[in-house]
């Protein structure tokens, strides 16, 4: 493995042994490097495999942007989550997206914004793994810079848990996809009336949900902590969207043989009716 192209002290480009370009990291790898030169592979902490030389110059912005010590911390924290469940399979981007996201959420306490994670029980109800491990982020994050990140952070994080795991090759996509659609379609003809915002954050974390919703359904992980006290108030809270679920849950009988979970209707009810309600917001405001 030689040196193809010197980024910075810690970063160079290279070749596989198949001929593909690859982004290699080590702490004082390009230093004093030269076009040409063999890498010393004691040095090497990470290697990055794009897809394409766009994606490649993607991820080498990406590490050139982001502050050594995020992406540094990033690393540990990745690795030492994946050295403690040694079945947990990781798609290199987390340390690309969980660097950035650090980086990000930094910023904004800087200039003292806080967001708040309307999703934050969702996640962990439905992601309690990932969840685990942005909560402990978060601590880490806070002990080690002297910060306070609120426990809203460790929902947003966990997502780049659950998103990387999605990033490994899948032999359920297509079935995932099939029911993803099969739900989108009664959503879309029981509130005929309604125009979706497919592009909108709300229907997008909606779609995320259904998304995992499948790949859990598929893989037989769904348990969920029943809560009827919790359930009676979201279907009162949320009729329309009830109606709406019913028809998702008799389409799941029938096409699957499963029965919806009281806590999995409730969480459909509330992200259809938060779509609902902001579509027909929308509408009204553009009117």
């Known amino acids: 493995m030689r040196v193809s192209k010197i980024l910075n002290n810690n970063l160079v480009l290279s070749r596989n042994e198949n001929n593909e370009e690859i982004i290699v990291k080590g702490r004082g790898i390009g230093f004093h490097a030269r076009k040409g030169d063999r890498i010393d592979e004691s040095m090497i902490e990470k290697i990055f495999y794009p897809e394409n030389h766009q994606n490649s110059v993607q991820i080498q912005e990406y590490l050139l942007s982001i502050p050594e010590e995020y992406f540094d911390f990033t690393q540990r924290f990745v690795d030492q989550i994946k050295e403690e469940n040694p079945g947990l399979q990781l798609n290199n981007s987390i340390y690309l997206s969980l660097s950035d996201h650090i980086m990000g959420t930094f910023n904004r306490l800087r200039d003292g914004i806080s967001l708040k994670n309307v999703l934050l029980l969702d996640i962990r109800q439905l992601y309690k793994k990932e969840y685990g491990f942005g909560e402990r982020l978060v601590k880490e994050l806070n002990e080690a810079f002297q910060i306070d990140l609120p426990l809203d952070e460790a929902g947003f994080m966990a997502l780049h848990f659950v998103n ?47 998304k995992y919703f499948a790949q859990r359904y598929l893989h037989k992980e ?43 209707m409730m969480y459909l009810s509330i992200h259809i009716q938060t779509n609902v309600d902001k579509s027909r917001a929308a509408a009204k405001k553009a009117e």
């Open 222 to 264: 769904l348990q969920y902590d029943e809560d009827e006290k919790l359930f009676r108030i979201i279907q009162e809270q949320c009729r329309e969207a009830y109606g709406c679920v019913k028809l998702i849950y008799l389409m799941m009988e029938e096409k699957y043989h499963y029965e919806l979970s009281k806590e999995e």
């Open 164 to 210: 990387a795991e999605d990033g490994q090759q899948n032999d359920d996509s297509y079935r995932i996809a099939l029911i993803v659609n099969q739900v989108q379609e009664i959503v879309k003809s029981y509130f005929s009336d309604v125009a979706f915002d497919e592009t909108s954050l709300y229907y997008q974390r909606f779609l995320t949900h259904l």
